[in-house]
């Protein structure tokens, strides 16, 4: 199968800007326990004249210029999310609309709660193989502040808003990313129930088999990864782990001796975003100028299903 690599970033975050003072005057809790227990500072919040679809415009319009790419260039579109604005028309089906992506090609959602960015890089990955196409846009967005149980004070404290995502391209003779992906179904630990259900609406997570499952699934994603592609450690430039807890992010970076400026972290500005916390990381990085032609980047996700991912992505 030939590869993908990532030829443009973009990113939007909602202005909206919560602090944990301000979730300190809503449930008990303060600053100290979030910030040494989380690492999370603030998150960003979708307001009352903003949508998720806005977010996801601004995150895909900025991708396309980045990238140089044309929407009439484009061979798929997916938006990982599980908190669209509509379950029908899908976030991917309303992008087609607003960016004027071709009519003849696919353009989805995709539910794999944090992992989702990993589901739907490698996704793209195969539909591009079939595409007379050579370029796809990949999404992730969430506008978890919406699905928050605010008097749960485990969990509203963790999650915020967010859009951000790829123009990937697909040519001969690159190598694959080397996804590494996988659920090992869960309906108790780690829960957002859809319409069909009576408590519809909320998250709810038990947090300490969330965090067990975490610290066992990235080393698992890193090794496989690793063992895929034959690069060592020091042949990555940069570790983007899902931004769920700065703890277990920490705890992966001692474990392979991975210096601090190759192991990014954004989660004291945003949070947990699920779905965008892969690509929000990316995206500033591609901002800040660092992602380099050639550049390797090991992508972790892990979440809700439970599911897991790894993949190695570069750039052009
Ligand atoms: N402020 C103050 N105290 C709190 C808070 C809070 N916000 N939340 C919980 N506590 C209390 C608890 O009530 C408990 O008190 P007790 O000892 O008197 O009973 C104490 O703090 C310890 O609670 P724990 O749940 O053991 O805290 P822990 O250190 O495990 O941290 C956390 C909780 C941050 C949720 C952590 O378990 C975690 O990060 N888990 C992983 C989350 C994750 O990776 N999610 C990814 C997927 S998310 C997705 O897919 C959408």
Known sequence: MNGIRIKGM????????????????????NDEWITTRTGIKTRHHIGADETLHDITVKAAKDALKNSGVTADQIGACIVATMTPDTIMPSAACRLQEELGLPNDIPCFDLSAACTGFLFALHTMECLLNA???????VIGAEHLSRVTNWSDRSTCILFGDGAAGAVVECR???????????????????????????????????????????????????????????????EIDF????????????????????????????????????????????????????????????????????????ALVEFV
């Not at 973009?10 to 809790?29: F, R």
């Open 10 to 29: 973009g990113m939007c975050v909602p202005s909206h800007i919560v602090t944990n003072d301000d979730l300190a005057q809503i449930v008990d809790t």
């Open 131 to 137: 595409s007379p196409r050579k370029y796809g846009l």
């Open 239 to 310: 570790f983007v782990f899902h931004q769920a807890n700065a703890r277990i992010i920490d705890l992966a970076a001692k474990k392979y001796n991975i210096p601090p400026e190759k192991c990014c972290k954004n989660i004291a500005e945003y949070g947990n975003t699920s779905a965008a916390s892969i690509p929000l990381v990316l995206a500033q990085l591609y901002e800040e100028g660092k992602l380099k032609s050639k550049c390797r980047a090991l992508l972790v996700g892990f979440g809700g299903g439970l599911t897991w991912g790894g």
């Open 172 to 234: 001969e003779g690159w190598r694959s990313i080397c996804a590494d992906l996988g659920c090992y179904g869960d309906n108790q630990v780690l829960k957002l129930p859809g319409i069909g259900m009576k408590e519809a609406g909320q998250i709810s997570m038990d947090g300490q088999q969330v965090f067990k499952f975490a610290v066992q699934v990235v080393p698992h994603c890193i090794d496989q990864v690793l063992s895929r592609t034959g690069y060592t450690v020091d």
